[in-house]
């Protein structure tokens, strides 16, 4: 019995230690959730920052492959039938809780119309006509257009024409990702197709606004030539082409932007700042106000100083595109009447970002002085823009110190500051 | 000698199968656990039973709740809770900066193990993990533990977002408001009351859900947020549509601001079942409320819904006065300079309504619509010819149409 005992606790121990020695899954060979995945109870062992880095590195491609990526949990759903799908759909539009726009449930719903529509958009579409609800129909055709293939966009877009009610209500539209889908397909045809598609745009009252895929090497300088193109652009509409030829060639952009300006003697700062609110991300128009920033360098000096004087209104309020744009003027004391004319702009939206230019701009010698004339000259109704300007405070103070201001003039000017509201 | 060695072999394959079992237990060894503030938070991560592999159901439901909680939230929060507080530090040490419209699938997917890691660490030790982010340096661990701690505990993550401010700038302030308010809705009524009151002002209106046992009527009564209360009326609306409905009505008859909750409850049960039963749900309450809450929110209503949507509430109001009234809010919204009230002016019965509701609102005063109150008289002109074309009007009624626009 002791024999059997000994074996029993010497088998427990081995088998205690070689489970222990069989190595931590690392992502790569523990993904067990591409399409068709079973949701493993084995739970990832991680612990260290690079053990997170590998996981994520292994899942990312799980999320790549879908409609929307960070809908992370349209993954599985490669793994269901058309059958599943619709069954899904036919039970979760009787879902409370599809009533509030960001529940999970409504994200389940979207994506689940979403997968089907990538699969089969004919099913999925002719399943969305047959709701009773207009209002689920409406809520629902975005998915439609998220998931519509783009090789069938424009034919999609006839789709939208014809049904243009199931798209937009007075609350919205939501037909943009086939229009744009439809756009790209026009562009990658050249520059006549994108004027063609344009035109058909405009008669509808439709316009492709975000982010077109130009393909490599197109030819925007004819673009901007053909009719529809050049009357888009001269009534300031269709303004993402500029924003795409800024992009890739800057310099041509800018120049076209300014000379057409000049021809319809308009301002010439008109469009040029147009796209920053467009452009999809923060890093982006960071990139797009230095490449604006450098190529103004070969403009004259007026025209120079309208674009950097219109620059401190149009991108203060973007962290790092006003920063980004007057760091990348070349000329040093075009750059310094750029810093200076950013603290004045700033100094009753942003203070401690005020001072910063003021810092960078001035000599140590009169920055005082100068801070006193600004705040002297501002708007008596300046008043702060978000509920965290006061929270600011403690940031000034510090600049102020560390231009060894005597305490007693920092308190004046956090005072001057403060009490303009 | 066969029956001599199995009895060993049985003690050698028991010992070894409980040998991995031990190995592979769950372990709570290196996840202290219990908040250090005393204050009661969120439970500790869920997690999903392990047992045989079985796929996941493909029903709606079961579904839903994977998107709540999508696989890769499951993992992180699944590690976090077995990682010491050091490894969980470390973790938040090395999350991706917070940079606007730049996120990769990789940076997205660290962002996810971050929040698991903060909501961890906030759980074992209150504001402590706070303050350690905010000596820490990291903007990416400090936004990650705020957000933490405003879900689980507003009250006293709150204060800490006067640092965050001041050390990386205010535009994250709105998400630690919002993750404290949808986590406080889907506690209850008291956590969120106290959530609106420490943000107060803070304009809310909207969370992603409710709890499963929400007391909807206590909040409706106590809030101060007017768009939390649409929000939460059409969220009960859904789940309960007669107890709503008896609230919407109580409600209206006492105070006018109930009437732009009118097209929310409307549109919580249309999108549930149609326009025409929604419509027939709602328009008794409407007509039952007392002037002038009663053709205020039929107008509401009338502006707030696409015109093609209309038509059903239009069926389903016997009175002339308030058919009138929900083609003037339609109109009213139009900014397509008549062509989308023709849907609406179309739904109207008979020639007389249409004619007194063109009249009323050519009329020019506040019940008329932008496109038929700019420009001159004759640009005013120039619009409502198309649409007497098209709805043909009368030769009698068009000459009193066109009568009824002011000049100059």
Known sequence: MARLLLIFLLAGLAGWAGSRRVPAPSGEDRDSSAPGEIRSSAKPRLRTPDDFKSWAASRAPRLEAHVNWYTSYQAELGAWSPQDIRAALDQGIHDPAVILSMSPESKALHALLSEWTRRDPDAAWAWLESLPSATMRWQLAGSIAAGWPAERAEEALELVLAHRDSFENSKGYSHSPIVQKAFDAAAARGPAACDAMLARLRAQGLTASFGTDFPAGFDFAALVRLPTAAEELAEGRATHILDAWMARDPQAALDYMVSMNREQ????????????????????????????????????????????????????????????????????????????????????KDPPAALEYLEAGTDPANRLELLQEMLAARPKEATAYNPFYRQREQAVRKTLAAWNTPPERADAFVKLLWNSR | MRRHLLPSILAAAAGLAAGWLVAHAPSSSTAESGPASGKSVTAPARHRTDGPEAPPARDFTSYAKRAARPLE???????????????????????????????????????????????????REGVVSIEWAEGAGKKAANAALLKAGCAADPAAAKPHMQFFAETYGYELGWSFAGAALNAAALRNVNDLLQVEKLWSGGGFDYVPGFAADFDFPTYLARTGEPRMKETALAAWAARDPDAALAAFREGIAKDQHWTDAAWKIFNSRATLTSEEEAARWLCPALTGAPDPARSMAIANLGSDLAPSRVAALMENLPEDRDRLSLALGAMRSDMSGGKSSLATLQALPGEELKVQALAKACSGGRDSPYWLRSGSAEDRRARLVPLMDQLQISEAGRQRLLSAIPAG
């Open chain 1, 265 to 348: 003697g308009a301002e010439i700062t008109r469009n040029l700042f147009s796209g920053f609110n467009r452009t999809q991300g923060g890093a982006e128009r960071t990139e797009r106000a230095a490449r604006l920033g450098a190529a103004i360098a070969r403009l004259p000096e007026l025209e120079q100083h309208q674009i950097v004087e219109a620059a401190t209104t149009e991108l203060w309020a973007g962290p790092g595109n006003l920063k980004a744009f007057i760091g990348a003027i070349p000329d040093a004391a075009l750059r310094g009447r750029a810093q200076l004319a950013a603290a004045r702009e700033l100094i009753t």
């Open chain 2, 73 to 123: 939230q499951e993992e992180a929060e699944a590690a976090a809770a077995r990682m010491s507080t050091g490894e969980l530090r470390e973790v938040l040490l090395a999350a991706p900066d917070i940079v606007w419209g730049r996120c990769t699938p990789e940076d997205y997917l660290l962002h996810i193990a971050a929040d698991a890691a903060a909501a961890e660490l906030f759980r």
